[in-house]
């Protein structure tokens, strides 16, 4: 049972336009959320997180929204630029719990 | 600042050999966690550790087993090597938050492993 799913396997958006990565979970218990990145052959870096007592985080050009009711959550890149161009993973944890559970990723591709 | 080291980059091996993979960190960090990487498939949870004397298992632990001796290191053993463990591994570090949170995770390169 996937717990937090990234439905989209990959995006293509033009240089200096809005990506928008989403990502789904279903355990309630969740409320830490994480976004990271990943370029070939090296480890996922941290990216931006979100509490859950937040319903938006910004960090430059990322932001990350939360919607707890509907529990969703996004990634919103403003401007996209060809150096953003990697796989991003959505990411979950529960206060007093000691797992991140991840979800498949989706490939970021950013044309110039 | 090393960060989290893990060795080795790549390796082959045959259906039945064993091998550890090595992980070590150098941030005092108390969490250490190995995931794989599938095509498609995310991170799958393998293990973890809260600190020194404590494993437990994650989503995928069938055929590993680890140890943790000491903070900074936290290896990854393959007793009988199967096709099906040809993967990606990243081992990863984490503290806690005064919040009782996970925080964010400090991934090695990987290690690319072939069973044939």
């Known amino acids: 049972d996937q717990q937090v799913k990234q439905n989209s396997p990959s995006l293509s958006v033009q240089e200096g336009r809005i990506s928008i990565l989403n990502c789904d979970y279903t355990?309630?218990?969740?409320?830490?959320f994480l976004w990271y990145k990943k370029y070939p052959a090296e480890g996922p870096t941290f990216l931006i997180s979100?509490?859950?007592?937040?319903d938006k985080n910004e960090d430059g050009r990322f932001t990350v929204f939360l919607n707890k009711s509907a529990k969703h959550l996004s990634l919103h890149i403003v401007p996209s630029q060809p150096g953003d161009s990697a796989v991003y993973f959505c990411?979950?944890?529960?206060?007093?719990?000691?797992?991140?559970?991840f979800g498949a990723g989706t490939r970021l591709f950013v044309k110039a | 600042n090393a960060g989290v080291t893990q060795t080795p980059k790549f390796r082959i091996l045959k259906i039945g050999q064993s091998m550890t993979l090595q992980c070590t960190q150098d941030?005092?960090?108390?969490?250490m966690y190995w995931y794989r990487q599938d095509p498609g498939m995310g991170l799958k949870l393998i293990y973890y550790?809260?600190?020194?004397?404590?494993?437990d298992k994650g989503e995928v632990p069938n055929g590993y087993n680890v140890s943790r001796s000491t903070t900074e290191d936290f290896p990854l053993r393959l007793e009988l090597a199967a096709p099906s463990q040809t993967s990606v591994y990243f081992c990863?570090?984490?503290?806690?938050?005064?919040?009782?949170?996970?925080?964010?995770?400090?991934f090695g390169s990987g290690t690319q492993l072939s069973v044939l």
């Open positions: 990863a570090s984490s503290y806690s938050s005064q919040a009782g949170n996970v925080e964010k995770l400090f």
């Open positions: 550790s809260v600190g020194a004397g404590i494993t």
């Open positions: 990411a979950a944890s529960r206060t007093g719990g000691f797992k991140t559970i």
């Open positions: 941030m005092n960090h108390n969490y």
């Open positions: 979100i509490s859950s007592i937040k």
């Open positions: 355990n309630s218990m969740f409320d830490y």
